[in-house]
């Protein structure tokens, strides 16, 4: 007799558990996972940090996949913002100054590689900040993973600075590159490392720091079984052969903690 109420009842809870679960934003950082309107809730809210990872397709050596500082800037700057709470990820940008085509300089020398003007770089970085700060965004974070785009880098944050006169801020820590490059080298020197192993391309730390976020990029059995590259190989200063995702680790906590203690005072009270 009280069957059929029951289960309309059993029915509209259902139904009504599903639309609340359409309704509620997925738990990400990821600005590409979110629409618009979740985009727009959550700046509301006080999500008003953006993170601009930057990462370059180049070589990295036979033994690491061309997307690397990709794989790397992404895997980042998700950890970073996750331990901020009040960040979201842009999409990564990877297309960077990377040498010259005629004749192919730097490692535009190596098949793989992809090349823009820094003018054109600089712009686009520029844009995209300010469709940020169109949309709320009060401090807009450039997280670049090369080397060699960071005084572009430094000259798109000071023109942005300047035109918004802090209404919006540009902010390059210089914490992020600094923790993966000298930072880590010392780590790796306090472990017993040497220089000429630790490398500043595609040698120890560089893999290292590769197999932590992303070993299926990185070729290791190859590495591990090969001879010694060198600088005809893109190979520059390093030797990947003892390579680790242990040691790589140690480098990426290092990274996430002093990036995220340099936006923490950066981005106070903005």
């Known amino acids: 007799m009280h069957s059929f109420p029951l289960r309309t009842l059993l029915c509209c809870l259902l139904m009504l558990a599903g639309q609340t679960a359409l309704a509620q934003a997925p738990r990400t950082v990821l600005l590409e996972n979110l629409t618009w309107t979740e985009i727009r809730d959550q700046v509301n809210a006080g999500k008003t940090t953006i993170i601009i990872p930057i990462g370059g397709t180049e070589q990295s050596g036979p033994g690491i996949a061309v997307g690397k500082h990709n794989a790397r800037a992404a895997y ?3 950890k970073i913002a996750e331990r901020l709470g009040n960040a979201l990820v842009a999409p990564v940008v990877a297309y960077v100054p990377e ?7 730097s490692h535009m020398r190596f098949p793989g590689t ?5 003018a054109v770089f600089e712009q686009m970085l520029e844009s995209a900040a300010q469709s940020f700060a ?10 670049g993973d ?4 960071q005084k572009d880098l430094d000259v798109v944050a000071a023109r942005l600075n300047k035109a918004w006169a802090g209404k919006a801020r540009a902010i390059v820590p210089p914490e992020y590159y600094a923790s993966s490059s000298d930072g880590y080298a010392a780590q790796l020197r306090q472990r017993g490392f040497r220089d000429d192993e630790i490398g500043t391309h595609a040698g120890l730390a560089d893999t290292s720091l590769q197999l932590a976020v992303a070993p ?5 059995d190859q590495l591990q079984h090969g001879p010694r590259l060198g600088p005809a190989d893109g190979v520059y200063g390093g030797d ?5 995702a242990d040691l790589g680790q140690l480098g990426i906590d290092a990274i996430v903690l ?4 340099a936006l923490k005072k950066d981005t106070q009270g903005h």
């Open 240 to 244: 990947p052969r003892r390579a680790s």
């Open 258 to 261: 002093h990036t995220v203690e």
């Open 146 to 149: 090369h080397g060699g785009y």
């Open 216 to 220: 299926q990029m990185v070729r290791l």
């Open 114 to 118: 992809i090349t823009i003007p820094d």
């Open 76 to 78: 980042l700057s998700q």
């Open 134 to 143: 169109v949309h709320g965004f009060r401090n807009i974070v450039f997280l």
């Open 99 to 105: 040498g010259g085509y005629v004749p192919p300089t």
